[in-house]
């Protein structure tokens, strides 16, 4: 094509583009290609790229000419809808609700991820082994796991013990979805009328959740979790099939779970055959089953059952004179002189069961455990003297106690003050921070790489990062030993060790290898004891040291066979032997070093009374945990005390309570058995010194004036005091006329017969 030839658009870029073409024509001449063909390919290219840029110049424009279109006939459309006045602040209303709706939705689903990840266990089948459980000597102390006496279908239960259960528990149980708002008002209600807790709003069906698959814990994460799984049961079970699994999961005291067993236990009898005035007892269970059990406190019971009665009238679901009967001859139970059943070890060992025995086919078995009744006994005295002597003053409400023969064997298991009361177990579940007594740790790792007892370290101002420990008096002792920093229990020595000798991730490492199963959250506090943990993993690491360093191996079942006497699982055949966890030397070192404790140190009120007592006390901030975790040759036992709404003690220290409460359970074990020695240990015991027993900054385990429990409310306490005040004010009775006693009695002036 000649130039004049060539379009108007593309003449500018050519002259524009001249340089280039002339750069080409030079490439183009050196490849001896011919000049018109040298010409045609820049053209050719100059031509698609300018197509490609109005292309896209043109779609650009159109879409964005539509988009502008549109906008205004989306705008025209809305204008339509444009209110004013008080309709436009409706409007206004109603959008922020949207808003914050949705934001409340996606919160609400963040939320329940959580309690959904409890229903992806087989939760239902759960409960499909049948284990009798005998201690350590072969006598039965207990069930678990499936009710021997089979579960009535609900269509089969008497009607009146449906009715009884719920008027008391869940009058709405057939209306609500799971959480009942109105129930829930009206709790709120007669609570606040009467100015303490006189109803629970917890649906039927949210105490089921709680039964299934949550303890109870009480905290909000909890409760968020049981509406959550309430509202899923309601989603993926019929009203009956809740109704059944109710009652047949529920607690109702004497180690019994599910009304059927209770029926059995109390009564003698079906759960088919029980009277109305027995279905009545049965359902006052489910409030307090340990406080009204009937074979402990068979007046309470009755109460109990004359409330549930009045409930019934009260729903409408009977009348009064359908009642009266009942009211008038109460259920009277079977007479049952046995010992309470150590149910808090118990739930424990059947969850050990279904570790071990899941393999097995036959899941009805008959299981020997290590507990000791006596021993289990004396634990529980020893918690329950405790809080009744001191719990007011130091006001503290719980305690958990975990006790080890060394070789293994739990021999005595405390998860609360009353398991009818709640069955959460304190011992195994409960994570708590350990305070000092986790010191051990630090000083087990630095007697495993080479310092002793007389190892000299430094007790002064240190900083990691942000952070600045002191000690308890907020005062340094400069150059001391290690036995004598672990034994005054000074805060600066272990932060040292972790900061430039060992790191955190060694101290980690050293809980893991003694035997603590909960994981340890990495932090440079942990030296200190602010890691959580439960009882059962104190217990079970310092049952390392008298065992000369080799692993406590832990266990609560000694044995499981069938029906049929086949033993199918032994733990001195199939438990892996003990693995040496510490070297010798080592534990030999934390042995010297932690004897001393009980006698120079801060946990005196420990030692054991002719037997050498080793461990540590644990006091966490603000005085919410208070521990003490010791041994002696024989055994070892970590006793923990606090409240589960995390509130503080009144300065209760680990060298008060828990101490004691060690020494009254230790005096009572070693009574009559042979005295082993702790290993690494040759010279004798050290004299103890005496323990402050008035309190003060300077003495902070001195214990507390005792006061004594009140065991009446105030309210009870005034009435009375009143009802004492009138009777001694009122007139003195007279005997009627014409009797005898009225003859031999002088007349009296203003005398009033009443």
Known sequence: MADSDKPDDLEPMERLGGADQDVGADRGADRGEPAGKREAAPRLKRHIFLKIDSWLDSTLWNAGYDLTEA????????????????????????????????????????????????????????????VTFLDRYGNTIGHRGIIHENSVPVDELPDHLIKAVLATEDRRFFEHF?????????????????????????????????????????SIERKIKEAYLALWLEANLSKKEILALYLDRAYMGGGTFGAAAAS???????????????????????KAPAKYAPHVNLPAARARANDVLSNMVQSGLMTEGQVVAARRNPASVIDRNEKEAPDFFLDWAFEEVQRIAAKFKDHTLVV???????????????VASSLREYGESYNVRQGAVVMIENGGAVRAMVGGRDYGE????????????????????????????????????????????????????????????????????????????????????????????LGVETPIKKDVTIPLGTAEVTVMDQATAYAVLPAGGKASRRHGIAQISNYAGDVLYDFDRDAAPAAQILSEQAASYMNQMMTKIPYIGTARRAAVDGVLTGGKTGTTQAYR????????????????????????????????????????LMDYAHQGIDLKA??????????????????????????????????LSAQSTRLIRDLAARLKAADALSAPAGTAQAAAEPATTGATTR
């Open 71 to 130: 906008w205004e006939e989306i705008t025209i459309f809305f204008r339509r809808f444009r209110v004013r006045g008080l309709k436009k602040f409706g409007f206004e209303l109603a959008g922020e609700a949207m808003t914050l709706g949705t934001a409340g939705m996606v919160l609400l689903l963040a939320l329940a991820q959580p309690a959904f990840e409890e229903t992806k266990q087989d939760w239902h089948n759960h409960d499909n082994f049948a």
């Open 178 to 218: 799971g959480i009942d708002f109105v129930g829930l008002a009206r709790a709120m209600s007669e609570n606040a009328k009467a100015g303490e807790v006189v109803q629970g709003g917890s649906t039927l069906t949210q105490q089921l959740a709680k039964n299934l698959f949550l303890t109870n814990e009480r």
């Open 264 to 286: 059995q236990f109390y009564f003698g009898k079906t759960l088919t055959e029980v009277t109305l005035a027995e279905a009545a007892m049965l359902a006052g269970l489910f």
């Open 368 to 382: 020997r455990t290590t507990i000791d009744l006596g021993l289990q006994q004396a634990a529980e005295e020893a």
């Open 422 to 513: 709640s069955q959460f177990n304190r011992a195994t579940r409960a994570l708590r921070q350990p305070g000092s007594s986790f010191k051990m740790y630090t000083y087990a790792l630095a007697m495993e790489n080479g310092y002793t007892p007389q190892t000299v370290v430094v007790d002064g101002p240190i900083s990691w990062g942000n952070w600045s420990p002191q000690n308890y008096g907020r005062s340094y002792s400069g150059r001391v030993t290690m036995e004598t920093a672990l034994a005054k229990s000074i805060n600066t020595i272990p932060v040292r060790l972790a900061k430039e000798k060992f790191g955190i991730d060694a101290i980690i490492q050293t809980t893991k290898a």
């Open 625 to 664: 945990d208070a521990w003490f975790v010791g041994y002696t040759g024989n055994y070892t036992a970590a006793v923990w005390f606090g409240n589960d709404d995390y509130t503080s003690t009144n300065n209760m220290t680990g060298g008060s309570l828990p101490a004691m409460t060690f020494k009254k």
């Open 678 to 711: 702790i290993p690494g240990v040759d010279q004798p015991m050290p004299e103890k010194e005496a323990q402050p027993e008035v309190a003060d900054a300077a003495n902070p385990d001195a214990l507390p004036p005792m006061v004594r429990p009140r065991s």
